[in-house]
């Protein structure tokens, strides 16, 4: 925004008088000064103020502070420059250059009569360094021009353009302003800057379902809540919509973001009081860093923006960028046309994993799952197709086909066995969901007693009424009503005392690891199963998968087990096989104990031992340690170095040994990454690569860049390098 008073141009002449004589020069410069149209200065050698109008002097001597014989520098300081308005040179560094003075805004901090506070004016001054006839610096002359008044014009009008009218926060265009200011002097002092953008899901459904004034309350709320989870350490804005934007100057540890990032997400995930009606949304998050994931504004929101577009797949997390991501979301995009034809065509199948009864080990009921055999990337995760359903509407017409075939399913199987199946928020809102589910019903002769829908606590979001209204016609129906993932961000007791549920599952990371030592986790299980247990309800553990998990589980009065411990889904032709034999039980079968979540992942990555770096194959990792493959004569406590790639290096020593694979235990454990997989809590910083002679540059998705590294190497090499590929890794593995 141009500030016009910054290109005003110098006072107007006084004006000249006809031949009745001339005006002495003091005279012209007392009217000048008189009429408000300009004051003089100037200053010695050493820069020191030796004249001063009399009005302006006048001003400073009122206020008890003499400025004659006073620094320039030290009177007239440097305003702070406005947005919009562009920068100016610091009137020192002018003074010492002995530069021109032109238009040059100054703040002149005045005492308050009878008080210790200052008050300001600004001024506008210009000058120009005068010498003598023999060259001899004698000081500056100027003159100045009082614009307080259109000063604090403009910081009104410049605050409103920088400040979002709805919640209050920064709006877009000082955000980008700041960030682009902050990564421009970060780069030359190279520090670092970590950008959080958010999006609030759901917050559609408020809007539709309550209105647009109940949705700018609800921004409101989010806004004030952000506010007090941040306080004074970063700058907080909305971008817009409900996308609000965090920029953390001098922080890069991956772990203090993950911790804010989710503190950001159960907080907003906490119910909304809107004109009497609740309200509940969630949040997703997307975390990029300078200068790792990029150095400019550009460049750090695009990465920003991608780690967001992941985090909403899932929603209700938050994601770290990464440079796989653009390969993601492009992926997400093919698939996303790719899965409406497969709809279309039927391609979806269905799978039915089944809820034991761990006392007597008999199956009592089947939760249908969806499976996508995709023709030329294999089985697709619902973690990765679901989204990308519910994203496109797809989910709408997924849903009914899955409600229809589930029930058809079932009514082959034996009476005592019920059949769940999964029905999103979406579906649910839908006016015609009740006629859908009676449909289904009447299409497959299954009785309605033997039907659960397992619904998330995401379905409160919006008019509570409508959804009770819901609820109380599938209740009169007779179908049941399961509460899913409970306690996984939305959870409240207020919608579990009307009496809607049958059934509450816990969620499976309640389950995972809940048997190590100073978990809390099993005392959140006893007291799910307490409330349950209270208010009528049956309870299922989900994601057991080892004997330990369901000892706890089973000890703590879970009622069913659902998990790979009992069984995998199984296809329908194979449901009817074991059922064909007779009674269906599920005998456990699992490993004795849990152990810490380790991803088998087979890709290559990078082994740094003294000055020699080995191309090596990742088996499998956790948090504090992973196996490689590739590598021979290896030998029990060797210290090494395993490269994850994009800057990160992790510090191990080999603790097992085998013909080519090796175990590593980590000196420092990895940290989760959002998404199920695990990172290192800091990274190589491009600027230390850039003192080793690496263009300075964000981290890209290869290998620590070595080439000049190895390029001198001398010594003779430890271990012996094996070819092998991830192929090979997997059949010897």
Not at 314 to 319: A, D, I, K, L, N
């Amino acid at each position: 925004m141009p500030i016009g008073f910054l290109k005003s141009g110098r006072p107007d002449p006084a004006p000249s008088h006809d031949g009745t004589g001339s005006v002495p020069a003091g005279k012209v410069l007392q009217d000048v000064e008189e009429l408000g149209i300009g004051m003089f200065w100037a200053t010695d050698a050493d820069g020191k103020l030796t004249f001063l109008s009399q009005q302006a002097r006048l001003l400073f001597e009122t206020a008890g502070q003499p400025v004659l014989g006073e620094q320039l520098t030290a009177v007239f300081r440097d305003a702070e420059m406005l947005p919009g308005s562009g920068s100016q040179r610091a009137l020192a560094f002018k003074c010492k250059t002995r530069a021109k003075i032109d238009d040059h805004i100054v703040e002149l901090r005045l005492p308050r009569p009878g008080s210790e506070d200052k008050t300001s004016r600004w001024w506008r001054i210009s000058g120009r360094a005068l010498t003598a006839a023999n060259g001899d610096y004698l000081g500056y002359r100027g003159s100045a021009v009082d614009i307080t008044s259109q000063y604090a014009q403009e910081v009104e009008i410049a605050l409103q353009s920088q400040v979002d009218e709805l919640t209050g926060l920064a709006n877009r265009r000082k955000l980008t302003d700041r960030l682009t200011s902050t990564l421009a002097a970060f780069r030359q002092s190279r520090r670092c800057c970590a950008l959080l953008m958010l999006d609030l899901d759901r917050f559609k459904q408020v809007n539709d379902n309550m209105g647009h004034q109940a949705g700018d309350e609800l921004l409101q709320q989010v806004a004030t809540r952000l506010s007090a989870i941040m306080g004074d350490r970063g700058e907080v804005g909305r971008l817009g919509g409900d996308e609000f934007q965090i920029m953390l100057p001098d922080v890069d540890d991956r772990g203090t973001l993950s911790e804010l990032a989710n503190r950001i997400v159960q907080s907003l995930s906490q119910p909304y009081q809107i004109k009497g009606k609740r309200a509940i949304i969630g949040a997703s998050v997307g975390i990029a860093i300078a200068p790792y994931d990029g150095l400019d504004t550009e460049e750090l929101t695009h990465a920003c923006d991608l780690a967001l577009y992941a985090a909403k797949d899932t929603r209700g997390t938050f994601r770290f960028y990464s440079s796989e991501l653009s390969a993601a979301a492009s992926r997400a995009a093919e698939l996303a046309g790719d899965l409406r034809d497969a709809v279309d065509r039927g391609d979806l199948t269905l799978a039915y994993q089944p809820l034991v009864d761990p006392k007597t080990s008999k199956v009592k009921c089947f939760e249908a799952l969806l499976r996508w055999a995709h023709p030329e990337q294999g089985d697709i995760s619902p973690g990765l197709f679901i989204p990308i359903a519910e994203e496109n509407e797809l989910i709408l017409a997924l849903g009914e086909k899955v409600l229809r075939q589930a029930c058809l399913d079932a009514a082959a199987w034996p009476g005592t066995i019920r059949v769940a199946v999964n029905v999103s928020a979406k579906q649910f809102t839908r006016p015609n969901f009740v006629k859908l589910v009676t449909a289904a019903l009447a299409a497959s002769g299954l009785a309605p007693g033997r039907l659960e829908l397992e619904i998330t606590e995401s379905v409160f979001v919006g008019d509570i009424e409508k959804v009770d209204a819901v609820f109380k016609e599938l209740r009169k129906l007779g179908v049941k009503l399961v509460l899913d993932d409970f306690g996984t961000g939305y959870s409240s007791l207020g919608y579990l005392k009307n009496g809607h549920f049958d059934k509450i599952k816990i969620d499976q990371s309640f389950v995972r690891g809940c048997t190590e030592a100073g978990d809390t986790n099993p005392a959140i299980i006893s007291a799910i199963v307490a409330l349950a247990q209270a208010l009528g309800m049956e309870t299922v553990a989900e994601g057991v998968e080892a004997m330990d998990e369901l000892a706890l589980v089973r000890s703590r009065g879970a009622d069913l087990v659902q998990g790979f411990i009992y069984s995998q889904a199984l296809d329908q032709d194979e449901v009817l096989a074991r059922l064909a034999t007779g009674e269906m039980k599920c005998e456990p079968e699992g490993p004795p104990r849990f152990r810490s979540e380790r991803i088998t992942i087979f890709r290559k990555v990078g082994l740094i031992h003294e000055d020699h770096y080995y191309d090596v194959i990742l088996r499998n990792i956790s948090k504090t340690g992973a196996r490689i493959m590739g590598l021979a004569g290896v030998p029990t406590g060797t210290d090494v170095v395993l490269d994850l790639g994009n800057g990160q290096l992790v510090v191990s020593k080999v603790v097992n040994t085998t013909e080519n694979s090796q175990g590593l235990k980590f000196e420092t454990a990895l940290i989760s990454d959002g998404c199920g997989g695990f990172m290192t809590r800091h990274r190589i910083s491009p600027y230390a690569l850039a003192e080793a002679g690496i263009p300075l540059a964000a981290l890209g998705p290869g290998s620590f860049p070595l080439a000049k590294w190895r390029e001198t190497q001398r010594s003779v090499p430890q271990f012996v390098q094996l070819e092998l590929t991830s192929n090979q890794a997997f059949r010897e593995g």
